[in-house]
């Protein structure tokens, strides 16, 4: 059975940081593409960060440069260090892990307010 669990989520304050991991377990996890997802209300869900198997990595224009994804596969978890937030990054955000097939996890809420 596949599991993707996430954690890290929370309120935090414009301008801070929150660190949100995903632990694996039932697949291969070194050889999925895995990636964070966010979800807004009434907004589709959209890419936030991405990372290979070989650690190539991509990010939204609207992250670029705050948050960072890194891969541990010792470990089977995905981060998403998340800096210098904004209230519009308030959304629940979902980790997916994609090769042959796709799997998705539970999502975990981060509110950005003062």
């Known amino acids: 059975q596949v599991q993707l669990v996430e954690s890290g989520g929370g309120l935090v304050q414009p301008g801070g940081s929150l660190r949100l991991s995903c632990a694996a377990s039932?697949?291969?996890?070194?050889?999925?593409?895995m990636g964070w997802y966010r979800q807004a209300p009434g907004k589709q869900r959209e890419l936030v960060a991405a990372i290979t198997r070989h650690q190539n990595t991509n990010y939204a224009d609207s992250v670029k440069g705050r948050f960072t994804i890194s891969r541990d596969n010792t470990k089977d978890t995905v981060y998403l260090q998340m800096n210098s937030l904004k209230p519009e990054d308030t959304a629940v955000y979902y980790c997916n892990a994609m090769y042959v097939s796709t799997y998705w996890g539970q999502g975990t809420q981060v509110t950005v307010s003062s």
């Open positions: 039932g697949i291969t996890f070194s050889i999925y593409t």
